[in-house]
Every structure is written in structure tokens, then in C-alpha cells.
């Protein structure tokens, strides 16, 4: 059966007007079938794409519907890009066009490769439906693209069209469209079918293998012979053009490598954590290339020795042979034994050749993985490819852009009398050297590669040959490859050659290769060319014989000796002579030829080759060279030391001063805010100068170019910075790093020689000079993105914006970010200025978190002494590019992000996403000296050690006492880190190690090791006051697993050795432990890796580093877990205050005599256990787990305290009022007795007047009977009478020995009233007889400060002023004493405060009433605690300050004693009872007397007593929801402790009234409890009052509607029952129990009622205007009774820590009122003169903040007492005040309270007596804040 071609329809539907989405869903035949193949990267897929706009590779065939809507046509679009199965290809349903995309820049090889691929896949008739399609960036011009296209006999240029890659320009489809159309007409309308696929494929086939066989025919000499006019490479392969595509093809399919010819490998898929590297026999063939670059980027030179484990029979190996079953062994079996036959089986593949893999590879990587790949290979001692065919096209390439990265360095020896000898070092590319080129005509027996590898390194394969492991006879990928090498000269006596030397080595018979041979011969000093005889004669050999250069000829027939036939042209035998002896002879003979007249060789002059195609060549990659060069034609021509000094200017000089003046502000003395006031300018006039000098044309252009490039060109452009710059630099490095290599030398010699004569100051100035010189010369990259990081802190510290978009910097971070993001290392720390630049780093990584998200790293750090190879360890381990080329060193620290493959992490099973490396500058450097390298030694590793989440601490070689140093610094740094709770992990690696493999050398070296870790560990102890006894106690450490042994990094000496195997695999076994350990840990988020390297850094700028460190982002999710906490306490809270309520109703309502505890907690269980599984659900929470733990035991048993406080709390205040209940029962009984007689005798008297009596009349009468009725309720009861406290005080105090005048003065100053709000109390004191005050007038010099001390006449002044603004009139003034403390009397007063307030309020004075003996107790407590204070103070205070204490005692005692009084007397005072009644009861006696039946007046009893109780509940409720509503959603209750600071502060400042700042200062929580009381009223009566009112009207509602169910219910009940008046009673009394408190009423006056729906509606009747008139109550009644919304939040907020700073009086900002172990901290502390603090002995105010004094060298004298200074950084060992403080070194300043010093700065002198003067004066800069940014300084600093 034959199937035709498809058709297209002759009629297209272009009438159809249905929208493209319509017509898509439809069955419609479509008009063209397209199908997309190429590169999935030539076009950009989207939403905008006209052409696709899915990436979606697909075979099925979709409706495009932008098409439809730009040219109304049914085009179905399949999406074939990248390397599809070809099965996939959906050929049966007939495809029009294959448009094959190819981007611009790389159009021609693209273009070549996959047209090949398609005609292998489709046959050559396919070609006539290919449209090529070029697409290029929006700005580029495809210039060049369809010559370099014509030059392909394939392609057609009517089939050819241009695209930009966004495909979004209407008019570009539509012209493809139209060519489309003609191609379409041209094939006449047929599409292609598999059918014709099928029929090509053969033809292909046919054509190919008639030609095969035709190539076959003639003998081997007569093709040697015809090679010699063969025009190139493609007319000489002695196979089949389809056999060698066959066998390429086979090839890169065992390799797995068949999609990457087209979609390359690129340094992204490498550059990952992945698997350690495979051992050599566990690898399989489909894994071989992958795991021949992975061991070769790891540094190991067996890369090329990898042995395949066997998989499938048809692979045959070496190793094996077959074993005959055959036993025989007669001499006639003797042929047949020696027949190998049939042990030979052709069809068997062997396994593939090392080069194979290793070309295959190379073929198969983008320019970039090249790059890494030749690098690797050269480091290996390799050699690298010089001239590469192309397997599909056979075009020949130079990769030249592949080499660029490769810098060496030699010595040159110039033969003389001294035998100079001369460092160079430079491109590869650049040098300049002979070049001695090796051919091969014909075979032979000798390896030529083999007898190479003797003249450059005879123990080292620099080039594969047949002897080499795992050789076979057939490779695919070698031949016509020429390699080079080089030999570098190590300025030793035995160096082969005394300059460096290039070796190019070309693979294969170079009479096949013709236009190679040419191109080597023309560029080599010397050529050596191999043959087997010299009988016969080669147009090769006679070329050459002609030429002038040099000629060695091998010849394999000949035995004799180098002999030089004519000048220049020498013969030398190999026949019977050992390879060595060839090899030396050809030395010499090479030598003698170098020693005269010859050409050089430089890689850079392939590029002008004609015939071969160089790399760097593409278009790309000249775009990246065009723009780099533009920037380094900026510095041709200048000094190298002079390029960074005037183009980046920024990280000069400015830089270094603006650093040293930033340290200097953890070190002042004196005038410290003044001195740090000027700093901070100075620092900001530095950053002024660098925005001015910061648009240099170097800046500029790069910045505008990583701006502008797309990310193709911007990796190109980078790469040829880095290439050009490191090529200016390196020469003149070498020699800078010789005279500092021959200066050492003279400085090292001299102190061996214990020389101490001023030659040696004189050497060490001159080897500091080089060292300034060297640091001046060195200029990378990273100097370049330093310079941006310069330019972005400058900036953004002046908040100015550049005027040109293009060089914007705040786009630096983002710039920086995308490199980091693709494997750049980044800078961390800047090494030549020794700081870290932290607003570049956060911003970068900021960055960095909104491109990828907030990752999980594991930061691994590496610590250890300079030049040990640490980089060299990260770069094999990682496969990295840290610096590690000579002379450049690592300075500083840069970190690298690398990503974990899932592969590993699923394995692993690992917690993070990335490893972020941390390479760091080596300790004990040379250029610092003394006490200056230990400093700085410990600042590294104190930050690197705390910042990892593991550290590798490298020691290299086996000096013992750099070992010792190393191992002091970093047991320090653990010790450290120990100390503030963070935990990271280490291994030692030592490498270097002469004879690793002796296990009893490294168990003795690991004893040894732990011994001196132990000694270290104990000696930081001691300097960091911890109790430490060994090394495990500082750090989770285990010897026999953390200690690593590293082989020698090189095989011999460089620069000829190659790395040493055995160095790779510890490398492996390393990362091997790395990621053990690693699976162990969460890692850390970015944003806290973000704010650990500011905490860590900013502690580290003090020299209290445990003191110092602040943990930001602990803090935050402290802070967020406190905002957590108090909501599941208020939740607690409210349940618990909702119980109450019931339970205080149901007592009233004498349903409940006991209040046991069991219910409480069965009734709160439901809650506590709902808030027990929250905080088991957010202490689990992944992200902040680890963190969280340390809190999770102590919060766990805090919320179990608090829930069973409240229990109690709640029992205890029910107890009392059941107590009350029953105090009052005798009362209640007589009540009862009182109101049925009432109703009795006002029932039978309303009924004898009736119709007799007028209204006046009737009041009358109903007062005779209600006088008696009273006269007899009250009988036998003493009224209560009111209590007269002011009297009781003066009587109690006069009894404790008081003079009455004393008492009556005091009194009547009122000075008593804010006693613990004076600024000073120095007319209270009275100096001890052995104190004189003469003694201590010398003190006054001292410059000392001290917190709070005055002299008499300042005190005048303070008391006058106190006097004005409060009112009060002052005491008499006594002589100050400088050496009080007034801190420490004004903490003692609120300590008696608060001990007499707790002791008076467990008097039953509610219950019992009140006694005057309850003040006598309070005074006499307060006499004893005066004692016991005087006895411990060098002073007494007079007996004013025990009375005025007593007075302020009583003071605040007084409204809680009159409130609990009030409730006893209404609770006991039946005058009172029965007055309240009397209104009620008239009225009833009216409804009597008016007729009304029974039902009707027992309805009216009831509802005038749930008027009162409904109004109650209601009010009650309302303030349970009110305080719930503002706790929610109101902003400052809503969040921590931290949060209700804020906002009472912003409170304060708006008001600007000084006292309410006292208030504050002197009692932060009174000042707080004010604040929410003014809050809660502004929210209910001003703010909020609609939804306050809101609230009351729902309760309104609920309770009215409570009422009506609860009435409804009891009436159905009783009638069910057929119960009678007092079952009714009982359950309605029994429904409203929780709810309503309902009096008793006595029943038996009302037993006649028998209708009680009737009852019910009468209640319901009298119930509308109690619902009316509850509906308009007003929030202010709500004020009368039980529940306060503010009370309630004053409870749940202000029930926190209120301990205050002893410097500065900030209040700590703790939830929890007792958070020990915890210390005592505030995000902000204050200015000391808030406090009044001062200098000793003068009257001058101290501006200065605490958290600038301990990061000074000034002392205090703690209390203002001691004779003994404390330094301000030792402050906590000052006393129990100060060692629970956490006072954090901050040099800066919250601006709210500099603003409140200048606001006040008057009051502040008159309160505290004291002047803003001398030592003392505000800085001018404090002046210039306002109040606005005071208050904006808040939200900034204050949130939680």
C-alpha cells in the first residue's frame, strides 16, 4: 500500500471570521503545518510571541491563535525545538516548513550541525522544505550572517529570513509568512511525509555505500601516494564520509553525550554539589565523559586513566582473555594453540579511547566549559588542543579564546658569568617562544607522543600515547588534532632548556592531514618529522628540506646518530636505540638549533591563519572583547600601580581613611559623643568626596556595559576583562614578587642571625616599600566590583541618584547579584582595607534572596595561614575559580554560591539549597608584624568561624610552631562562638603531610593534635573567662573523624609537575565528610546569613566581641514569637475573664458556694490544650526551628505558669466574692424577711385604700409602714461608718515617735506625692560623722563620670524649678553630697512601693473592712527597710525621707483601701439597702393599690431587677470585647513589649509635655498604664466610638434576646409541669445563673398566679423600655462597674519586665516579666543626661549614650560610691545592677532621644541641676533633628 504526499486544500478558508480561539477548538484542516527545529535558546517564548508562545515541546498539531489574528489563516505551530527523539517528529501528518532557528553569533556552526542532524535523520530531499530563520537581539544587526551562510552548499537564500528573538514585530512574521508561501508553492503544495522521509533515508544510503566502495578500491601505497594532491581533509578519509559519521555518532551515544553537540554542556551543570567523584572501576560507559570532566576539574591527571566497568558482552577489555576448554598439549597441537582466530571476534566493541572521551568532551562544551576544561588540563601538565577539526563539518579551529585564561610562570637562566635568572609570568597566549613542531608521515612502530613526553617531562604524560593506560587501536576523535605544550624552566641547574619552550604535537599521519601540517610547519622555530624509511620521498619531506627553518628527521629504519646533513637539516636513527638515549641526543640537537637565529611562536597569531576558523572569532564573543577592550584602551600605556588610584579612586585612600575612622569610633575617649559627633562627619564628608570621585570613564563604561549586554555577551565580556586585565598585570607582578621574594630572603637571613643592627629595620622598610608596591600593582576584577560596591555605599549613604540612567547605582546590587547567582565569587571582605563593606553585602544579598528566594545555605568557611592552599583545596573540591596564579593571593574573604543538585540532596537527604564557599585571607601574614597580626588573626577568624556553618582549618606542613599559633587563634574563635550560642562544626585538615599512608605516624599526629587543641582550649578559657577543661567542651570535635591528612599537593617541583593523585582523592574523601556532616544541618536562610554577617562583623569592631555580639535575627524571631506569645496569654486571658463572669453571676445569684480549682481547669482545658498544639505547630516550624528550640522548654513551662496563674488568680478573686456572699448572708436573711413582709403588708394596705386614698395620701401611708419595716431590719446592727485615713496616718506615724510638726510639714508640702519622680534627693541626706566631705575634694579633678551627682546651689534651682512646674513647694535644701547616688534611693523607694502595696492588699478589708492597724504595719515595714538601707550607705537620710516614704506609701495605698471599704460597707449596711429599695417597692405598692392582678406586679418585680442586672452583664461583656477589639486590631496592643514602648514614646513626643516625660522616666509603667488608659478612652468616646457603641448595641441585643429564650423556656416548662409560681421562679433563676443576676424574690405573696403566659407577656412588656433605655446607654455608665476594657489590657500588657538600664534608665523591652536566664536588654538605649547622669563632682550633664561608652575607653564609678573605677567595656562587673545588662557597643544614636535633649534641654537642667556645659555640651549636630524624624526614628528602630 502507497501512501501519497499530503495535500494542501486548493480553497484556504478565508471567510471563516471566528475569533482564533473559536477556531482552534474546531476540526479544521489546517492551511500550514510548521515545525519549529533548532536552538531552544534562539528565540524567546511568551505570551507576546507571535510565531510560540509555549514551551511546550510537543508533536501534536496547535492552532496558533496570534496567527490567526494577524493574518486570519488556520497555521498549526509544533514545537520540535532543541534535540527532540526523532521518533517524536510527527512526519505522518505532513509538515509544509521546517523553520530551523539559529541564533546570530553562532548561525554558521549551529546552522551546519543541525542541518547535518536533520539530513541524517530526514535525507537530503528535505532540504527544499528548510526556511532558515537567523534571529538576533532587538539591537543588533545580523551583519555577515548570509555570507557566512552561503558559504554552505546546502543552503538556498530565497529560503533564508531574519527574526528578532522576541518575535513580536507583526510585520517581520507576515514577510516570513509570504516566503513561507513561495517555498510552499515551489514544493507544489506537497508537504513532507514519512513516506518521503523513508525514500530519501535510502537513496542517502545507497549513494553513501556505492561510494564506500569505490573509495576501497587500490592498494594502501597507492592512497599514501594520492594524499600528497589531495586538496584537504575531507577528500582523504580513507572510510566512507558515513562510516566515520556512524562512528562519531556511535561514540557520543556510549558516552551519552548525542544531545550536546547541539545543546552544550556549560559550567552550570558542573558547577553544583554533586556526588563525589566515582572511583575509577565503578564507572559505567554512559558515565564516562561526566565523570572524566568531574575528576579533571577536581584536579586529578587520572582523568584520562578512567577504567569503564563492563556492562554488555560486546565491550571487550584487556584484562580478560578466554580460557580454552582444550587440556591437550602435543607438539601437533602446537598451531593450533598458537591460533588466535578464533579468539579474535571483529564485531566485539573495544572500549573507548581515552582521547576519545576526552575530544568528545571538548566537542561537547560551550566556550566557557572549555575554558575551565583547558585550564584544568594545562594545571594537569597537559597537553592542550592547538588546531581542532570538527567532527560533522571537518572545518579546522584554533581555540584560541579557550586558551586565554591560562597563565604561567617560568625562569629564565641567561647563560653568563652570574647566570641571571628571571621570573616571568604571563598569558600563554602572549608568550613569545620557539615552538618545535612534531609530524608523523606513514606509520611506524615508535610512539612520537611518547618520545615527546621525554624531552618535556619523562615522568609525566603530557602526551597521550599508544602506551599509555587504557589505549586501543581505534580512535575517532584524534586525528588532525595538534596539541601543544610548553616547558617551563625552573631556573635549576638540570633544567632541560634555559627558556621556555612550545611543543606542538600533531595526532595522526600528517600526510592525511595536510592543511594542518602546513600551518604548523609555517609557525614552528624548529620541525621534527618522523618516518619509517628514507627510500621513499614525500613532497612533505622535500618542502621541507627547502625551507630555512630548522629540520630533525627520525627515521625508523636507521640506526645512527644525530649527524646534521646540511646547516641546519639533521638525521637522526632510531632503529636499536632507547628512547632516552633519542631523547637526549634530540635535546642537544634542539638546544644547538634554539641557540642561533630563529622564529617565535605566539598563540595570539593563529587568529591570522586564513583556513582556520579561531573561536573567538564568533560574534558573541567579539561583542565581549569589543566592549572590554574599550575600557582597557583606557589603561595602555600607564604605570600599573597608578591605573587604581585614578580610575578607582573610591576604594583608595578614601576608602582606607573612611574604615580606620569607623574603628576608631569602638575606641574613644574623652568628650565621646562630641568626638564621635565629629567622626560621623568626617565619615560622611568621605562619603561626599567618593560620590564626586566615583564616575570615572573606567566605571562608567563597565557599569554601562554589564547594564546593556545581554547575559550571553555580558559572560564574554567579564571573561575578556578578566583575560586583558590579568594579562596587563601579570608581567609586572612577576618582577614586583621576585624582589619581594629575594628582599625576604635577606630579612629571614638576618634574623636567623639573631641580627638586630639597623640593616635589618633598613631591609624590613625596604620589603614594607615592595609590599606597598605589590598591593598597588595587583589589579583583578574584584577591584572593579569593589569599586562598585564603593560607589553604591557612598550613594546610597547620600540618598543621590546619578543623572545618567545608565551608570544608576542602585542597580549595582542586582548586577552583582546575577553574577553571583551564575558562580562568581564575591567579595566579602575587603582584604586591603581590613573591613567589611556591610550595605554592599545586604544589598547585594538582598538581591540575590528576591531573584531566588529566601534559600537555605550551609556556609563552609576555610581558616588557615597564608599560602597554605586553601584555594587550590575549594577550586578541586568544587570545582571553583578562586584566585590561586601567583602573586595573588587571597586578600580578604569571597564567598561563592554554589548549588545542591538534587541528586545529592535527596540522597543526603539535605535541608538546603545551596553551599555558599567562603574563601578566606591567610593567617600570620607577612605583611603585618607583632600585635598587629594577632589582632587581626583573631578578628578573621572569630568572624569566619562564626559566620560558617562549618570551618575546614587548614594547617599545612609540620612546623610545629606555626601550628600552635594557627590552633590559639581558631580554639579561641570556637571558644567565642561557644559564648554566644552559636554552634558550628570543623575539620582539620592538614596538608602537606610527608608520609600520610603510616597509620601509626597519624594516630600519633592525632594524639598529638588533641593534646595541643586541649592546651589551646584551656589557655582561651582563661582569657575568655569560661569553664573549660578541653576541646570538646568548646565544640562537638572527635579526632579520629575531624582531622584529615593531605598528600603533597605536586608530583615533584613546579612548574613542570603535575598535581599529585592521591592530593584529588583526599580532596574527595574531604567533601565526602563535608556533606556527612553537612546532612546533619538545617543550614541558615539567606536573610539570616544577611544579618549575621553585620552582627558578627559589628561585634567584631569591639574588643568585648562576646559582650558585643547581637543576633539580629534571634532577635526577630524573639520579638515575632513574643507578638505570638501574647496572643495565645490573651486568648487565655479572656477565656478565663469569660468564666469569671459566669461564675460571679452564678454566685450572686447563690447558685455557687464553692469555686473549686478542678472545674477552672476543666472549664479552660479545651483552650489550653487548642494553644498547647499552636506552639507545638510553630516550634516545629521548619524555618526558624532551630532557633526557636532554645526557647522552647522555658516558653512551654511559662504558658503552663500563666495558665495556672490565671486559675488562681481567678479562684482567688471568686473566693473573696463567696466570702463576701457569706459575710453578708445574715443581712440576705433578714433582707428576705424584710421584703416579704413589705409585700404582705403593702398588698393588704393598697387593697384597704383602694378607691379611698389620693396619691399624696397613699406616699403617705406607705412611708408608716416602711419606717417601721426598717426600724426593724436594721435593728441590733451598728451602721458602718467612713473611714478617715488622713487622720489614721498623722495618729500612726506621731505613734512610731514622730514630731507632730515633722508630720504636719511634711504633709502639707506635698512633696511626698512624687517622691519617687524628684531629680534628686540631696536634701534627704545626711553625711555619716567618719565621712568628710573635705577628703573627697580632690576627686573633683578626676575626669571620671558618673551617673547622677550635684552641689547646693544647683539644688536650689532643681527645687524652685520642680516647684513651678508641679506645684509642689520643696523642703528646706541641704548641701548636695557628690557622692550620692540618687539612682540607687529612687530604685529603694519603688522596691517599698511595691512591698507594701502586695502586703496591704491581702488584708480582708472587702470582707471585714478596714482597720487602722493595716497602716501602722505598712509604716513600720517602712521604718525597717529605711534602717536596712542606711545600714549599707556611707550616708543617712533624715527622718523627712522616712515620713515623706511613709506619707507617699499611704498615698498609694489609699485608693485601694477606700474602694475595698466602699464594698464591704454597701455590702453590710442595711440603711443603705433599704434606701436603695424604697423607689421599687412604692412602685409595687401603687400597682396594688391601682388593681393590677398578682401576675402583673411579680412581672414588674422581675424586670425592674433585671433592668439592673442586664445593664450590668451588658457592660460587663462589653468590656471583655472592647479590650479583645483593641487587642487585635489596635496598633500599639497588638504586638509585644516592644511595640507598646514605640508607641507610648510617639505618644510623648506629640504631647511635648515635659512631666508626663518624668512620669515615664521615673515610672515607665505608670507612664504606660496612662497611656492605655488615654487610649481606650480616645478609642471608645472619640476615635472608634461607633464601633465601641456597635459592640454595646450586639451585647444589648444578645443579652435581650438571652432573656426573652430563658422566659420562653421557663414558661414551657412550668406549664408542661403544671407547676406552679415558685417553679417558675426557679427556672427562670436557674437559666439566667451564668448570665443575670437576679435578686431573690419571695413567691409566697404571689401563689395566686396560675396564668403564666400571661406572666410572660407582662415580663416581656415591661422588658421593651428596659431594652429601649439599654439601647442608649452610654459607654460612659460602663465606668460603674466590675470590668474595665483598659483595666483589662493594663493586665495583659503591662504584666512584663519593667527593670530599667542602670546608665540610662531604658526600660527593658522583655514580654516576660521574669525572662532569666535571659539578660536584660533595649534595641535603643538613651542619652545618660535622660537619667540625669554627669560627671563627678561638677554640675556638668553626660550626653553620652551608653551604648557609646562601652564601646570606649572610659571608666564610671558604679552608684556614683565606690572609690574604684569600672571601665565602661567591663561594665557588667560592676555590680548585680549592671551584670544582668546586655548593652550592646552601638556607635549610633536613636534620634528620638537626641531630639528630646534639645526639646528640653532647659527643664532637664532645672530638674536635674545640672548644665549642658563643658564635657557636657550637645553636639551641634543633635540640633538639627526634628520632632517629625524623632518620631520616625521609632518605627525604624522599634519594630518588633
Known sequence: MECDPVEDPHEPQ????????????????????????????????????????????????????????????????????????????????????????????????????????????????????????????????????????????????????????TMTDEKEIVSLLEKIDVMVSENDHQSYSRLMCVQNKDQKEHLDHNSYKEERVGTEEEMEISTEVTSGPSETKGKGTVDVEK?????????????????????????KIGPPVKP???????????????????????????????????????????????????????????????????????????????????????????????????????????????????????????LRQIIKTWKVTEINDKDTITMKSMPICKAE?????????????????????????????????????????????????????????????????????????????ALMTEKQHEILIDKSSVNVVFVPTTQKSTAVLSALLKSPKPLIILVADKDCGGVEKKPGKYIVGLKERSQSDVAEELKMTIKKTLSGPHTSFQLESMSKVSGVRVDEDDPVCQKGKSAAMKILNLLQGMDISKIKEKFLPCQGNLWHEWCRIKKELYHLQGNIEKEKSQKEQALTQIRQEQCSVSHTNLMKSFTESLLSLPSTHKEYFLKWMQILIDALSTDDLASILQRYDEKWSEVLALKNEHDKSPLLDRKQNELEQISKELQSATFGLEHIFREMGQIYEAHKSQKKQTHNRQTDWSKYPELAADLMISGHPMELMDGDAGYAPLTWISSVLEEVIRKLGDQTVFVLSVLGVQSSGKSTMLNAMFGLQFAVSAGRYTKGAFMQLIKVSEEIRNYLKLKFDYFLVVDTEGLRAVELAGNTTTHHDNELSTFFVGLGNMTLINIFGENSAEMQDVLQIVVQAFMRMKKVKLSPSCVFVHQNVSDIGAAEKNMDGKRRLQEKLDDMAQLAAKEEDCDVKCFSDVIAFDVQKDVKYFAQLWEGSPPMAPPNPRYSENVQELKHIILSKASQSSGITLSYLKRKIQDLWNALMNEQFVFSFKNTLEIAVYRKFEVQYATWTWTLRSNMLTIENQLHTRIENGK??????????????????????EMNLYFEDKRDKDMLVQWRGRFEQKIKEFHEEQVEGVKKTLDEVVQQKKARKKLDDKKTEFENKLLQKSKELAHSLKDKAKEEELKSQFNTVW?????????????????????????????????WGLIKECKDSNRYQVLSKLGHYSDYVNQKTQRDLSEESHESKKENKDTGKQGTDVLKSAFNYFKQVTGIVPTTQQKGNSDLSHEQIRSFISQVEQQSLKKIQTKPVATRGYRSTYLQEMAQNVQTKVTEFESQKPYALRKEFTVDLSLYVFDRAGRWLSQSHETYRKNNNAHTYSESKKDQYYSIFRSFWKGNSSAAVFGEMICENLKVSAVQAVCNKTAIDLAGEMRCSFPAFSGNRLNLEKHVLKSLAEKEDFKSFITYIRDPRSQAENFIKDEVHKYMFKEQSHKAQNILKNNVDDISEFVSKALFTATQEVKTQKGGTDMWMEQFSSLLKDKL????????????????????????????????????????????????????LIDQLCRCCWVTCPFCAAVCTNTLEDHSPDDHNVPFHRSGSVNGGGFKNTVEMSVDFCTTDVASDNSFYPDGV???SVPYKQYRTAGPRFANWRITPDESVLTYWTWFVCRFQQELENYYGRKFEGRGEIPSQWRTHTKQQAIESLDETYSA
Open 14 to 165: 478565508h471567510s471563516v471570521t471566528k475569533s482564533a480561539s473559536a477556531a482552534s477548538n474546531n476540526t479544521v484542516i489546517p492551511e500550514l503545518t510548521l515545525l519549529l527545529t533548532g536552538d531552544r535558546n534562539s528565540i524567546e517564548i511568551g505570551t507576546k510571541n507571535i510565531l510560540l508562545d509555549h514551551d511546550e515541546q510537543t508533536n501534536v498539531e496547535q492552532f496558533s491563535a496570534k496567527l490567526y489574528d494577524l493574518c486570519g489563516r488556520h497555521i498549526s505551530v509544533i514545537n520540535m525545538l532543541g534535540h527532540p527523539n526523532i521518533d517524536r517528529v510527527p512526519l505522518n501528518q505532513g509538515i509544509h516548513a521546517f523553520l530551523l532557528l539559529v541564533p546570530y553569533g553562532q548561525h554558521n556552526s549551529h546552522y551546519k550541525s543541525r542541518v547535518y542532524w536533520l539530513e541524517k535523520t530526514f535525507g537530503r530531499g528535505f532540504l527544499s522544505y528548510v526556511m532558515t530563520v537567523v534571529t538576533h537581539e532587538s539591537n543588533e544587526k545580523c551583519e555577515g550572517a548570509l555570507a557566512d551562510l552561503k558559504a554552505n552548499s546546502s543552503f538556498a537564500e530565497k529560503r533564508y529570513h531574519t527574526c528578532t528573538r
Open 247 to 271: 562512528e562519531i555518532e556511535t561514540l557520543l551515544s556510549r558516552l551519552h553525550l548525542q544531545d550536546k553537540l547541539q545543546q552544550k554542556l556549560s559550567p552550570a551543570d558542573f558547577l
Open 280 to 402: 575509577s572501576n565503578d564507572t559505567c560507559e554512559k558515565e564516562l565523559a561526566y565523570t572524566f570532566l568531574q575528576t579533571l576539574l577536581a584536579l586529578d591527571y587520572r582523568a584520562r586513566h578512567i577504567l569503564v566497568k563492563q556492562e554488555s558482552p560486546e565491550v571487550s577489555h584487556s584484562q580478560s582473555a578466554p580460557v580454552s576448554d582444550s587440556t591437550d598439549t602435543d607438539d601437533n597441537d602446537l598451531d593450533e594453540f598458537f591460533n588466535t582466530d578464533e579468539d579474535s571476534d571483529q564485531s566485539k566493541q573495544t572500549h573507548v579511547h581515552p582521547m576519545d572521551v576526552q575530544m568528545a568532551v571538548f566537542h561537547c562544551s560551550d566556550s566557557f566549559l572549555k575554558q575551565d576544561m583547558v585550564k584544568k588540563l594545562s594545571q594537569c601538565q597537559y597537553a592542550l588542543p592547538l588546531l581542532v577539526p570538527d567532527p560533522v563539518t571537518m572545518d579546522i579551529e584554533c581555540p584560541l579564546w579557550t
Open 433 to 509: 617562544t620557539p615552538m618545535v613542531s612534531f609530524f608523523r608521515l606513514g606509520s611506524l612502530s615508535q610512539s612520537k607522543s611518547h618520545l615527546m613526553n621525554s624531552l618535556i617531562n619523562d615522568t609525566h604524560s603530557t602526551f597521550f600515547h599508544r602506551n599509555c593506560k587504557g589505549s586501543t587501536k581505534s580512535r575517532h576523535l584524534m586525528d588532525g588534532v595538534a596539541e601543544i605544550a610548553w616547558y617551563f624552566p625552573a631556573g635549576n641547574p638540570n633544567d632541560s632548556f634555559t627558556d621556555c619552550i612550545a611543543f606542538c604535537n600533531l595526532h595522526g599521519d
Open 1152 to 1173: 455557687l458556694d464553692v469555686v473549686e480549682n478542678s472545674y477552672l481547669f476543666t472549664e479552660m482545658s479545651k483552650t489550653f490544650e487548642k494553644i498547647k498544639e
Open 1267 to 1299: 419606717g417601721e419595716l426598717v426600724s426593724e431590719l436594721s435593728a441590733g446592727i451598728k451602721p458602718i461608718e467612713d473611714i478617715t485615713l488622713e487622720e489614721d496616718q498623722i495618729s500612726v506615724l506621731n505613734l512610731l515617735g514622730f514630731e
Open 1637 to 1688: 443576676t437576679l435578686d431573690t424574690i419571695s413567691c409566697q405573696n404571689f401563689r395566686d398566679i396560675n396564668n403564666f403566659d400571661f406572666l410572660k407577656e407582662e415580663i416581656e412588656k415591661g422588658l421593651v423600655p428596659i431594652k429601649t433605655e439599654m439601647s442608649r446607654l452610654s459607654l460612659d455608665k460602663m465606668k460603674d462597674f466590675r470590668l474595665q476594657p483598659d483595666q483589662i
Open 1762 to 1764: 565606690s572609690e574604684v
